[in-house]
């Protein structure tokens, strides 16, 4: 039993390869997004390799749900810490992004290499291919969300107001609301059965990680206003992308949109291209980070630039895991926080629908040509079940079909 293990250096480096090793596995066959991804890991790690039960899986993913920054990623790295400590951790999260970070720094040099892109038709089918794929999250999320006219009442709300002020502040208002409201008119569960987790670090360590996500939150900007250096404001932009998203991979891209593209440090075209490229990838959507670092017009660019956005945007996840989980376990039994939880997920589908129109719908469906491309990957995605990565070759090949007989 694990619980019979001696901690020595050499079965805490086997722990290491082993999770690295474990998670590498998935990183390069887990298609389909953050929810089949928690459908990945619970198949591994709660039935087949039990390194974990039923209860304490689902009590993971309830505060990755709570938490900002991708949930997927954030679970598989506390799954990681829980096996093989800290370090355990950072092999869940190398082994689980670098196929999907690798093929889209691949990529972003691929699309370097042409040029002006704007009447490129594959890349069209891209743009269009992920249009659909924000649609069927939509759909997904506002039926396991959005149950009552309560939750769908805040999420067509959040989305009236995200759409009201485009920005971040518009999104954490949401969030923040959406929470209040659900703290105080949604019935919560007292979760007093839970399981007990694998903590793998003290309460200091926590409250220093936590000082250390705030100082870099408010004092990144500061930094780079104070010393107009791009390479600190590119690391504070992605910083802040990744400490204030709630949600997931697709509820990042409007955060990131206004991050590179009105400063000039991407087109939009090309903005779009490599996000609609990163569905045909598996692994977690957060690698997008990597493309753009990669295809930015100025430096730090290139693999390095990819590496900095990449570090920069996953660098939040681990300090707020660090710093929040010791105190989980005496939160997560308060029915009030089963009550914010509702309220915060509604307001993520209602972020979530009005990224669907603005940036996504509005740069990719042009012609009705485009709309039936569209509906026909959307259903695809959420009828047919179809590998997300087939859909896209479907796209392009489309895209291409319409572009060859206009």
């Given at each position: 039993m694990s619980g019979d293990r001696v901690a020595t250096p050499a079965t805490e480096r086997r722990s290491f390869f082993e999770v690295l090793w474990a998670f590498l596995r998935l990183g390069v066959t887990s298609f389909g997004g953050p929810i089949a991804h928690l459908g990945y890991f619970r198949a591994e790690f709660v039935e087949r390799r039990k390194w974990l039960d039923e209860a304490a899986y689902t009590d993971i993913i309830a505060l990755c749900q709570f938490l900002p920054g991708p949930a997927s990623s954030q679970v598989g790295i506390i799954l990681g810490m829980s096996r093989a400590g800290l370090p355990g951790g950072f092999a869940a999260w190398l082994g689980f992004t670098m196929p999907s970070a690798l093929a889209l720094v691949a990529f972003a040099y691929g699309v370097d290499s042409l040029g002006d892109i704007s009447h490129v038709a594959w890349l069209h089918g891209l743009k269009i291919v992920a249009v659909a794929v924000v649609a069927q999250a939509v759909w997904g999320m506002a039926r396991s969300l959005c149950p009552d006219r309560e939750r769908a009442t805040l999420a067509v709300a959040a989305t009236l107001l995200t759409l009201a002020i485009p920005s971040a502040s518009g999104q954490i208002g949401a969030i923040l609301a959406g929470g209040v409201i659900g703290w105080r008119f949604l019935p919560g569960m007292n979760n007093a059965e839970a399981a007990p987790l694998a903590i793998p670090v003290g309460r200091a360590t926590a409250i220093a990680s936590l000082t250390l996500f705030a100082a870099l939150l408010f004092g990144l900007p500061l930094l780079a206003t104070a010393t107009c250096d791009h390479t600190i404001e590119v690391i504070s932009s992605f910083y802040r992308s990744g400490s204030l998203v709630f949600g997931g991979g697709h509820v990042v891209l409007p955060l990131l949109q206004q991050a590179v593209v009105p400063r000039g440090w991407i087109g939009n075209d090309e903005f779009l291209a490599g996000y609609g490229a990163a569905q045909a990838v598996p692994g977690p959507l957060f690698t997008f980070a990597a493309y753009l670092g990669t295809a930015m017009k100025t430096a730090p660019n290139g693999w390095a630039g990819g590496l900095i956005c990449l570090a920069a945007i996953y660098l939040p996840s681990f300090l707020l895991l660090i710093g929040v989980l010791p105190f989980w376990?005496?939160?997560?039994?308060?029915?009030?926080?089963?009550?914010?939880?509702?309220?915060?997920?509604?307001?993520?589908?209602?972020?979530?629908?009005?990224?669907?129109?603005?940036?996504?719908?509005?740069?990719?469906?042009?012609?009705?040509?485009?709309?039936g491309l569209g509906v026909l990957a959307f259903m695809l995605l959420a009828f047919w079940r179809t590998p997300p990565w087939l859909v896209v070759i479907l796209g392009v090949l489309g895209a291409m079909a319409v572009a060859a007989v206009a």
């Open positions: 376990d005496a939160l997560r039994h308060r029915a009030g926080v089963q009550s914010a939880l509702k309220g915060v997920n509604a307001t993520v589908v209602g972020i979530l629908l009005g990224a669907l129109y603005t940036p996504v719908w509005t740069s990719a469906i042009f012609s009705s040509a485009d709309f």
